[in-house]
């Protein structure tokens, strides 16, 4: 599976970004997709993870009830809107592929496949 996000860029506080997140392959639908964030000096951590038929999502505490995880199987792509930004929001984002479960991919150990970043700019 290879995986190509798009979407990022320079948004203002409070504002709204939609990630993309495209996939090859015939197999996206048997995966669990997920988008991780990384800032310089610290570890990659997770954001959000959807089930392979997007009957479960699952976020972080410090997105939970602004961003929101979505699939098209239709269209080999999952999505990530992302509204109410802040600054701390600010990050390289990656979509990820795993076998693992939904509610269990916490951290990078359960990813398989990782996508290119993109860059999250939030200013205030």
């Known amino acids: 599976v290879q995986l190509q996000a798009s979407g990022g860029g320079l948004v203002q506080t409070g504002g709204s970004l939609r990630l993309s997140c495209a996939a090859s392959g015939r197999t996206f639908s048997s995966y669990v997709m997920g988008w991780f964030r990384q800032v310089p000096g610290k570890e990659r951590e997770f954001v959000a993870a959807i089930s392979w038929n997007g009957g479960e999502t699952y976020y972080s505490d410090s997105v939970k009830g602004r961003f929101t995880i979505s699939r098209d199987n239709a269209k080999n792509t999952v999505y990530l809107q992302m509204n109410s930004l802040k600054s701390e929001d600010t990050a390289v984002y990656y979509c990820?592929?795993?076998?693992?479960?939904?509610?269990?991919?916490?951290?990078?150990?359960?990813?398989?496949?990782w996508g290119k970043g993109t860059q999250v700019t939030v200013s205030s």
């Open positions: 990820a592929a795993s076998r693992t479960p939904a509610g269990r991919v916490t951290d990078g150990n359960q990813i398989d496949y």
